[in-house]
């Protein structure tokens, strides 16, 4: 299905102000086996894993799904050489027990980054812009402007508040969550608040900065940054079921999700949830055929130089055991790529080099589950079954 995008993204941990209350409101679905549905098979030429492997990620996915009371479930892996396992399990839809099937579109959440820190790589090699370039070469009225770099802001390390952990902002979304934020309305909010270290210094994950470099894609090219993506990243990668929505347009089919990240804490369906609030730090929308594509290009550089490239894979540790961050990419035990977080829904997408293996995760909801976000939890518990070498781990706190 071709898609008309606009302009707006997403991204991270939404709201530090509102408490996050565990619930197991989820789980009340049916219980349904994993299921290998009609559209799994174009995403599985190559044919499965050895029986047991398979065996064993059916159960594991199950059990952490009843556990973190996930609804629903799509997971794909290819390993070269060994096979792959593609399935779905779980519901869709809670109220009418619709079960999940691996052809849904998703919301991405931060994986956003990694597609907006392409789009400015790009301009890096057509020598439109630079890397160490000052953010206010560009935009107007970031506080320390002259001194943050265009390379800070895609590896966190700018120092400027994140908007979203403002509680004016949280308030103000959870209110309405339909509303639309334009990305200077978004800024507004962090930038009232001082810095928060010296850039370069220390790593702090931030929506704010992804906002910016959507900002100077548009002001280099003159075209909005959905459309920009499109053209350049987009269709190149040959990915047609991926777009940056306008507002809260949503193609089908699509699992409902759920979260409680409300004003009460209560669980509410967010599937129709307007996501400009995240633009280009984490508003897309794709599904798992493109995703599997994806995940391989932008841990081998297939749109970039080569200089570019290894530029964007200098990771830099953040604090986090296990997890080292680049330019809009994250590397933990081995797998690179990154993990996205929006209301009502969670992804991963990563590639081990090691083995040109690829994981996708996708599921619909965000609701963490003894402090941890499920889809980590899934991520890690399939790593630790197909690549015990080379577990994931340690990227909870990037959503």
Same mark, same amino acid.
């Given at each position: ?65 009843? !556990? ?80 943050? #770099?265009?390379? !800070? ?18 308030? @103000? ?8 934020? #334009? ?17 370069? #210094? ?38 047609? @079921? ?18 409680? !990240? ?9 599937? @129709? ?122 990227? #909870?706190?990037?959503?």
């Amino acid at each position: 299905m071709r898609r008309t995008p606009h302009r707006r993204l997403l991204a991270a941990t939404l709201i530090a102000a509102c408490a996050l209350v565990p619930t197991t409101a989820a789980s009340a679905t049916a219980v349904r086996p994993m299921s290998a549905d009609r559209h799994a098979h174009g995403d599985c030429p190559q044919g499965g894993l050895d029986h047991r492997t398979t065996a064993r990620l059916d159960k594991t996915i199950e059990d952490v799904r009843r !556990q973190a009371a996930i609804p629903g479930v799509v997971v794909g892996l290819w390993m070269p050489g060994k096979g792959c396992y593609v399935r779905a399990t779980g519901v869709a839809d809670t109220a009418t027990h619709r079960p999940m099937t691996t052809d849904g579109y998703l919301r991405i959440g931060s994986e956003t980054k990694t597609f907006t820190v392409t789009a400015l790589l790009h301009l890096v090699d057509e020598h439109r812009i630079r890397l160490d370039d000052p953010i206010s070469r560009y935009v107007d009225g970031v506080p320390d402007g002259h001194r943050i #770099t265009l390379r !800070q802001l895609a590896e966190m390390r700018s120092g400027l508040f994140p908007y979203s952990a403002d509680p004016d902002f949280a308030k @103000d979304l959870l209110s309405d969550p339909e509303r639309f934020f #334009t990305p200077r309305e978004l800024l507004a909010y962090g930038f009232k608040h001082k810095n928060t270290f010296a850039p370069g #210094t220390e790593f702090q994950y931030s929506n704010s900065n992804l906002v910016l470099l959507g900002l100077v894609i548009e002001k280099v090219t003159g075209r909005h940054l959905a459309d920009y993506l499109d053209m350049h990243v987009l269709r190149p990668a040959h990915l047609h @079921d991926t777009l940056l929505p306008h507002g809260t347009e949503f193609p089908e089919p699509h699992p409902h999700g759920y979260t409680n !990240q409300t004003l009460s804490g209560a669980t509410v369906d967010s599937t @129709d949830w307007n996501p400009s609030w995240a633009w280009a730090a984490g508003g897309m929308i794709s599904n798992l055929h493109d995703l599997h594509r994806w995940a391989k290009i932008v841990a081998t550089g297939e749109l970039l130089s080569p200089q570019t490239q290894a530029q964007r894979l200098k990771t830099i540790p953040t604090g986090i055991p296990g997890l080292s961050y680049g330019l809009g990419i994250f590397e933990t035990g081995g797998w690179i790529g990154h993990n996205g977080s929006i209301p009502g829904y969670e992804t991963v997408t990563v590639y081990l080099p090691a083995e040109k293996a690829t994981l996708v995760v996708m599921i619909n909801t965000d609701i963490t589950s003894g402090g941890q976000e499920p889809s980590t939890l899934l991520a890690r518990a399939i790593t630790g079954i197909v690549t015990p070498d080379h577990v994931y781990d340690g990227a #909870t706190a990037t959503r």
